[in-house]
């Protein structure tokens, strides 16, 4: 494939046409899921409008140097995600209001909250049982490797679609004051704070990762697609860990938001996370003031 130079045209169906080629070709993101993930930032990012036509199966072609069959796959995938409608003979236009991108969760956690997330999601458990700690479960949890502990996976649907993959470790003794059907009706803190834990904080990370097998059938995406990786350590009010849990999140319906401002101090100015406004009863307190990067948050969580 030669080099691009970067210049816009028109295709054949009126959509723009760049003679940049982002795609990556060694990834394991399939080249159609790549294309469809362009062309739907672009529709969120406003350069497609709703009700203009996006690039045929033939621009496609030409702007990333893909066959056709990969072009129609990504505009099949368009359609099939809602964003647009594919017409016989008029090409493929963007409908007049999109889904929405995402579920937007702020960094502090406002999203986590039962009473939102209880009321628009359902979880489904797909495993459930006791195992003994490796050394990664039993390091986040304190506890010695080989220790008893709960294991249930899970995945959370927006609706209809699923969004999360869950997996979590409960130590054995808190475990056991609810079982397999328990989770299938009721979040994880409920469940937690009926067995008489005190849920007070929490420390989260996030990635990214991809699907493996196992998660891309339980999302419906295929192995090798991008996920948002949230791994929380819970705690209860004497600092003991009570949860370990693992989401991988499908970035196309939920992400993260950080509202930030500019403060001064006596080593200069920085960047602080402000509280977040909440999103329903209950949310938790964001700790302002921490340094750029470290995400760290109190409160309900749904999962």
């Not at 969760?105 to 009321?119: H, R």
């Not at 294991?151 to 869950?166: K, T």
């Not at 990214?208 to 059938?217: F, L, N, P, R």
């Not at 970035?251 to 329903?280: C, H, I, K, N």
């Amino acid at each position: 494939m030669g080099e691009s130079n970067g210049k816009v045209g028109r295709g054949t169906n009126g959509g723009t046409v760049r003679s940049t080629r982002p795609l990556d070709a060694e990834s394991r993101v399939p080249l159609y899921h790549q294309i469809f993930v362009i062309l739907r930032n672009r529709i969120y990012g406003g350069e497609i409008a709703p009700g203009d036509l996006v690039p045929g199966e033939q621009d496609l072609c030409r702007e990333f140097g893909v066959s056709r069959i990969t072009a129609k796959r990504a505009l099949n995938e368009m359609a099939d995600a809602g964003l647009v409608v594919r017409e016989r003979g008029r090409g493929t236009r963007v409908i007049k209001r999109p889904p929405a991108p995402a579920v937007t969760a702020s960094i502090e956690g406002w999203l986590e909250n039962i009473s939102l997330m209880g009321l628009a999601t359902e979880a489904q458990v797909l495993d459930f049982g006791y195992v003994a700690a490796n050394e990664d479960i039993a390091a986040a949890l304190e506890l010695d490797r080989g220790a008893e502990v709960q294991r249930a996976v899970r995945v959370r649907s927006l609706d209809g679609q699923p969004m999360s993959f869950l997996v979590t470790y409960v130590p054995a003794d808190v475990g056991r004051h609810y079982d397999r059907d328990d989770l299938n009706t009721k979040p994880l803190l409920h469940l937690l704070e009926r067995a008489g834990v005190d849920v007070t904080s929490a420390r989260q990370t996030i990635s990214a990762t991809v699907a493996d097998a196992e998660v891309a059938g339980a999302l419906s995406v295929h192995a090798g697609a991008p996920l948002i990786e949230v791994r929380r350590v819970v705690r209860d009010a004497a600092e003991r860990p009570v949860e370990y849990i693992r989401v991988l999140y499908r970035p196309d319906l939920y992400r993260f938001e950080m509202s930030m401002q500019r403060v001064r101090e006596d080593e200069g100015m920085r960047w602080a996370t402000l509280e977040s406004p909440p999103t329903g009863a209950g949310g938790p307190k964001a700790l302002a003031g921490k340094t750029d990067g470290e995400a760290v948050m109190e409160g309900s969580l749904h999962d």
